[in-house]
């Protein structure tokens, strides 16, 4: 298995289903694009919190998951011929939709007051009050090694 990053867009709407024991998780498709190439699909799967975010997403949604990627291989039930691709568990995600949702959480209503500027110096410096001590720097003997440059 290899901890992945993969992102691309799902390929069919994704359902919230219940395991017997309760467990929630849901199966998805994402179709990753590989540069000029024809797009990997990926199958994946999620549990739990992931699960429930993932599942409000339709096909054609943007998605990045985070999780364990391994090969696998099945038998085409009607040709009977042996296929190779590529599963995901997903350990977290991200979309569009969540990142819209955290800048709203995180966006602050206007501050009545401005903060103050800095004040330009005559060097055009900004002066944010801080002026260093040099007499604490250490000193160090001249370098002198004849190479001119």
Known sequence: MLDSLVSGKLIRDVQLKTSAKGAVYCQFLLSVSVGDTEPVIISGVAFGEVAERIAKLGKGDALAVIGSLKPTSWEDKTTGETKHGLSI????????????KRRAATEQPEQSQPRPRPQSNRTGRKDNGFTPDYSTMPTYPEFNDKIPF
């Open 89 to 100: 568990t997903a350990n977290n995600s991200l979309s569009p939709y969540d990142i819209k």
